[in-house]
């Protein structure tokens, strides 16, 4: 259904403005735009593998920013906005998940959703509806949303093409284990 979305942003990832095509990928994937900012990363860094880093910077500040619009919609718009774009994805059993694991887990779970393949607007919109601290939300955006990308960037300037490969092949498994390492980080800060 969102492959011809999917190879616009791939072409996209080629044009002269493509930074600033990312840019506004990844603030409105943060709320609204089904495809993730990756689909514009990993050919943009391939192509500019020197600038990878500003690409990955570029990529998280936007997608904070537009997580907070996320938080937002959530926030002043649950009702109306927020609910409509969570049915329109089907994500309304989340959001109800998510709600009941911000209740038990705060922060944590802010930290764990942003690093998985769950859509990070169903975070956003849910975590303004929650009324999580604002500034918790925007501290956790930035650790899970700069890892992600940098990650990512990180990867591909080093490895290239074999990476991509496998990154678009696994990227659940990918993003899987990185939670799996995040949590393990977690859990022995808060043993010692």
């Given at each position: 259904m969102f492959r011809p979305l999917y190879d616009w942003l791939i072409r996209l990832s080629a044009h002269p403005k493509s930074l600033h095509a990312l840019?506004?990928?990844?603030?409105?994937?943060?709320?609204?735009?089904?495809?993730p900012p990756d689909a514009m990363v990993v050919p943009m860094v391939l192509a500019q593998r020197d600038r990878a880093f500003t690409i990955a910077t570029v990529c998280t500040v936007a997608s904070v920013l537009g997580g907070l619009a996320g938080y937002a919609i959530g926030y002043f718009l649950y009702d109306t906005l927020g609910q409509w774009l969570i049915g329109v994805y089907g994500l309304q059993q989340g959001a109800q998940?998510?709600?009941?694991?911000y209740a038990e887990w705060?922060?944590?779970?802010?930290?764990?959703?942003?690093?998985?393949?769950?859509?990070?607007?169903?975070?956003?919109?849910?975590?303004?509806?929650?009324?999580?601290?604002?500034?918790?939300?925007?501290?956790?955006?930035?650790?899970?949303?700069?890892a992600r990308?940098?990650?990512?960037?990180?990867l591909l300037r080093v490895y290239g093409e074999p990476v991509r490969a496998f990154i678009e092949k696994r990227l659940d498994l990918v993003s899987w284990a990185f939670l799996a390492v995040v949590i393990g980080g977690i859990a022995a800060v808060t043993m010692i």
């Open positions: 840019a506004a990928v990844s603030f409105a994937e943060s709320s609204f735009f089904p495809i998940e998510f709600q009941s694991w705060g922060t944590a779970v802010i930290l764990i959703k942003g690093l998985t393949p769950i859509p990070y607007k169903l975070v956003t919109i849910a975590s303004g509806a929650a009324q999580f601290n604002l500034l918790a939300f925007t501290l956790a955006s930035i650790v899970t949303r700069g990308f940098f990650i990512i960037a990180a």
